[in-house]
């Protein structure tokens, strides 16, 4: 039997918050001991790095099992797990010393626990590669096509602030106005799995950094319609049966299905009178393809259990039309940036070796209640949204068009600038008004979406 062997000191940090404070440990190792090698180790601690008081807080046999002494502290057992970690690096650090042969070593590792941590080690470098390949999955295509290099040219930034008319008032004391960021497009990303009790697309970040802005006051015939689409649907007895049969072979096996399937024809043989005549009737036109043998031979149909349910949501949509009528050049110069700024942001973006399409940038309306001067760069997107017009989600520009001469007639400035420009937008928003958008805090006084 060799002689015992103690590592060095080393400190471990245990306890949060307020209560986190650093102890000082060390580990004796006894062994080897017999054939074949057994091997057990004593976690001594000490009052300091100096390594006054040492006492025994734990002994660990030959298999790793732990038994706490009774100069181990609440403390200590509260934070045995962090203590034993401790425990197997530093007997890791004295392997040399106290064993010559694989046989030994593994004894040791036996003993100390590190063969736990060697595992450990390996699930969390495979569950992380299992993370990683499914994070590769996930992103897929998209991820592919976001990275793409755009076409020379492509504008996708510095679309700069503009607003129309120049003269518009902001902050308090001025007016209400729509102002509209350009953002880039970013696709929603595959969230969660059937087992984590999650699983659909995760929401567009509302926080992202736009890449151009416009205001403009807003227009008259403002309004919002909401609809979410309901159809009628039949479900009568004997599909109800044979549902069942179906479901039951699915999640129960084609066996469990055979004798539901033999259950329901059992019952309704059994059933007797009108109401087994009845749905045999109807089983039997089903099974000859005839579908009306029961109303030809009793004058009656099956119940259809007729109700209305619920399909799907719908996407809003919102027009608007503004007058751009510019007075001094300055705006003129605005009128033209503004019309340009919508024409090349709802514009496809091209790749580089022109394989790919890319979608268009996307944008973020709000109606702001004497807001902020987006100009000064002291304002967010939610910053003073008008609590008594309705809010958007982000939205497309599926139509954009432009009448020259809305006066009917062929009028310029001298330097060719038209006098009046018709704009008329039609957005679409990306994604449906849910019930969880409005939050379930007591309805507060603002319409919201």
Not at 101 to 108: G, I, Q, S, V
């Amino acid at each position: 039997m060799a002689d015992p062997v103690t590592s060095e000191k080393s400190s471990l940090t245990i306890g949060k918050g307020s209560n986190k404070k650093n102890i000082f440990t060390a580990t004796k190792v006894i062994g080897p001991n017999g054939t074949p090698p057994k091997y057990t180790t004593e976690i001594i601690k000490y009052d300091d790095a100096s390594g006054s008081n040492p006492r025994t807080i734990a002994k660990t046999d030959e298999n790793g099992k732990t038994e706490w002494t009774n100069n181990a502290s609440k403390e200590d057992k509260r934070n045995k797990e962090a203590i034993k970690k401790a425990s197997a690096q530093q007997t890791g650090t004295v392997t040399s010393d106290v064993t010559t042969n694989a046989a030994e070593k593994e004894a040791l590792n036996n003993a100390s626990g590190n063969k736990n941590l060697a595992q450990e080690s390996n699930n969390k470098t495979d569950d992380a590669k299992t993370a990683a390949q499914e994070k590769t999955a996930k992103e897929g295509l998209g991820k592919a096509l976001k990275d793409i290099e755009s076409a020379k040219g492509t504008k996708e930034e510095g679309f700069g602030v503009h607003v129309f008319p120049t003269s518009l008032r902001f902050g308090e004391g001025g007016q209400d106005f729509l102002k509209i960021d350009m953002m880039k497009y970013e696709p929603r990303d595959m969230t969660g799995d059937a087992n984590s009790g999650m699983l659909g697309l995760s929401d567009r970040k509302k926080d992202r950094t736009s890449i151009g802005t416009v205001v403009l006051p807003i227009p008259g015939g403002i309004q919002d319609s909401q609809a979410v689409s309901w159809s009628k649907d039949n479900m009568d007895a004997t599909q109800i049966a044979l549902a069942n049969i179906a479901l039951t072979a699915i999640t129960e096996g084609m066996g469990a299905g055979a004798d539901a399937f033999t259950q329901n024809i059992g019952n309704v043989t059994n059933s007797g009178g009108d109401v087994g005549k009845a749905v045999a009737t109807k089983i039997a036109g089903m099974a000859a393809g005839a579908g009306n043998l029961m109303t030809r031979t009793t004058g009656a149909i099956m119940n259809p259990n007729m109700e209305l349910l619920f399909n799907s949501p719908s996407l809003r949509s919102f027009s608007f039309s503004f007058l751009l009528a510019p007075r001094d050049k300055k705006e003129a110069e605005s009128v033209i940036k503004i019309i340009r700024f919508f024409k090349q942001g709802m514009a496809p973006i091209r790749s580089k070796s022109r394989l790919f399409l890319r979608s268009p940038h996307t944008f973020r309306l709000a109606y702001k209640h004497k807001g902020l001067d987006p100009r000064a760069g002291k304002t967010n997107s939610s910053a003073k949204d008008h609590p008594f017009l309705n809010k958007f989600k982000e939205c497309a520009l599926n139509s954009f068009g432009v009448n020259y001469t809305p006066q009917g007639q062929y009028s310029t400035y001298e330097d060719g600038v038209m006098t009046s420009y018709q704009m008329s937008m039609g957005f679409q928003e990306l994604t449906p008004v849910y019930n969880d958008d409005y939050g379930n805090d007591a309805f507060p006084n603002e319409i919201g979406f």
